[in-house]
């Protein structure tokens, strides 16, 4: 058995390890599951990040996503993190990698004061991305109004309520780079740009949603995900995504 | 362990616990779950309410449907509610807020006889109330005949039997309000002027169904979504919605 | 406890009692659960009879396919059926209704010889027949070539094989009825006119496809309804149905 | 009982007899699964093997993938198939017959020195197939760029590291054939033509994807499903699948 090794000092495992299901290391596997059923995380892509306080609970890189376990989760701790070049991990799985999204997360958690961030590779983010970059003005913002759902999102980072129903929900869209990190400054430009959004898109990628706590990012995500289906929907039967009601 | 606590007379936990597959507090959670999947209650949205004689049963506001417990469920006495701005529960979850869903539900109880009424935030359902939207005429009223799923709908209230292939089935669209429970009085109005539908679409929001019990509200809501579904990908490919078969 | 009177001779419990599950009283609500999570029996539509020699096991009419159980199971002799407006049953749950479908069933087990039959209101079904009822001519009759799905089709009644991939599959249209038991008369006689054929559409209502075994019914349910939902997205895309590759 | 049968050395039953879930004998029926629910399978079309050193599982042929079990694993000795004409098996399970994709899979084993390759009728591979068909040029290879997800690829053909997001990925597209066995020359001789190339579509019927172990075999698989998804519905909403983005 090699839970004795496993379980030593060495690795930190005693921060993955809990019996209780809403402890980060073991909600992160089963949101990661019901992600990749809905689509979100296909073939190793998107990631997942739950912030307790000041430990941040990573999914890793390259792992089949409904096939993870809490054993595969990476521990940091916010406050230590002082040079971005130089990631230091109370906890590393052996023989896994860092994902790629973590300065990405890591945004999200020290800018917003959020809770937990969900990174999905979902093809309707990227698709409505497309749409947005194939019109002649205003290429990098999603807009939807007048929709019931929009009523999901928070009015925006420490406002207390949220979005009425004939609000205008704004997402900006920043190009994708080739090394996912490279996004990390855009992504903090677009949260100073636009200070109460939860989300960011990335152009040809998928998309960036956080919360103040798990259950507000992942419903976030889940609104979210709804409005740009329905937005691509709406572009194939000639509908257009603002409207004029009063 | 809370149980105890849980069980005191003080909440009424005994409103809500049974080994009844088929209670009400047991019976709400696993069609919401179901739904959850169908994709009608996406982030916290829709909802669902049964009434036992007297008692209804209500999921509450903003949980991830999916994840909804018996230990959520809000229970009142349609009797006793005099006053709809003075709401009296039997039994309140604590931490967790009414759904705002709440006069609708009782407004098919009470006046329709309802037993059973579900609320989703279906794609397909919205899709067809911005097509209706966007059509000169006749914007108030989905309108579908000759398809063979229609015969999953009562022919009306008080009414024996099903609706024929032949009969054109009629939903009426009522327009959203930023406030869901400020949609009642249209409700209630579209239900006076179609007193036989079982089912009253809002433009931009999604659809409320009912039935006399569980199993109808929940088959004539799948037959409905079913038709939604079909209608947007009639009017994707050029089909019309009503034809003259006789 | 009901169930010493639920295993009484008196209703023939026994013919749908079994631990076996490949007895036809435990193969057809598990089939029924996948059929309803694939969208072909929503709302209580649809259906599926299974033949074992001279037994026929049919699923009741106005049930939850999900949510069936072996107990709700018609039983019925093929031999006795003398007359088809006195249908006598072996076995009928009390408080169910047999499903219209039966005459429909056993025309395909006394003309056919076949072990099975499914009957779906699949979308993809519906929108064929529409979209065949809306083209100048040939209008009943669906044809398709060139796929390689189609070897998941038998060469017809008593032959031996699949078909080829240069084959074209044809499936006839018959017309739908108001009442279910009326469609018999024209679904025998498509039966007649295409003899090799393994399913039959019902112009916006479904399909009936059967097989030899449950295995052969079932896999041909599913390659057919993936070549529906190909050709309506075929459609489409603008892609014709049938081609000249030799 | 069966299993001192079904154990003994003459069908060499304890080479697919394992309790480690990652033995191919146990990994092929739960991938096979999973890929049913993706409707890649369906009504028994596609199949999967795994490379195990010098030993190949294969899942049989005609089966319903859902339901396989590891009893239905044939298995073989790839240093022993000196005559393509006379396949060797070390087992054959009873009243099963293998599957025509087996020469297809020894192809990517030997030329790609694959462990694991997927061949799936998912319809979207068909779709790009019959769009490119349908163009004036360029109609044997499937490209696209400048889509995050395509980071899901490995370079090629024993090189390190991953497609980046600027590459174009490229997947040739071979003709069909009546009998599968036949698609193997020309499946070689594509393989030749893009030896970087981790997937080869065939026309009109869908796609074969390897990869180096079980792991990349599957995620490259998924990755790809969800580009010719993602470029269907690209087509629909007129949108390139090439783009000059630096």
């Given at each position: 058995m090699q839970s004795s090794m496993a379980g030593s000092e060495d690795d930190n495992h005693h921060l993955i390890r809990s019996d209780d299901r809403q402890h980060p290391a073991n909600l992160i596997p089963e949101l990661c599951r019901k992600f990749w059923s809905l689509g979100w995380v296909t073939g190793t892509g998107g990631g997942t990040s739950i912030r307790d306080d000041d430990l941040v609970y990573l999914a890793p890189s390259g792992v089949q996503k409904e096939l993870m376990k809490s054993e595969d989760i990476y521990v940091l701790e916010l406050s230590k993190q002082v040079d971005p070049k130089k990631r230091v991990y109370l906890r590393s799985p052996p023989s896994l990698k860092p994902s790629q999204c973590t300065p990405l997360f890591i945004?999200?958690?020290?800018?917003?004061?959020?809770?937990?961030?969900?990174?999905?590779?979902?093809?309707?983010?990227?698709?409505?991305?497309?749409?947005?970059?194939?019109?002649?003005?205003?290429?990098?913002?999603?807009?939807?109004?007048?929709?019931?759902?929009?009523?999901?999102?928070?009015?925006g980072y420490q406002k207390q309520g949220a979005l009425g129903y004939h609000d205008t929900l704004r997402i900006p869209v920043i190009e994708n780079t080739p090394f996912e990190e490279d996004l990390t400054e855009s992504l903090e430009a677009a949260m100073d740009m636009y200070p109460d959004t939860y989300a960011v898109l990335v152009r040809r990628h998928g998309v960036y949603v956080w919360g103040e706590t798990v259950h507000k990012a992942k419903t976030q995500a889940e609104s979210l995900d709804y409005l740009f289906q329905l937005a691509v929907e709406m572009r194939k039967l000639g509908l257009p995504w603002l409207s004029d009601i009063a």
């Open positions: 945004a999200a958690f020290t800018k917003r004061g959020a809770g937990c961030c969900i990174h999905t590779h979902s093809q309707w983010a990227v698709l409505v991305t497309l749409l947005l970059e194939n019109q002649p003005a205003n290429k990098t913002l999603f807009e939807i109004n007048n929709i019931e759902q929009i009523k999901g999102f928070g009015k």
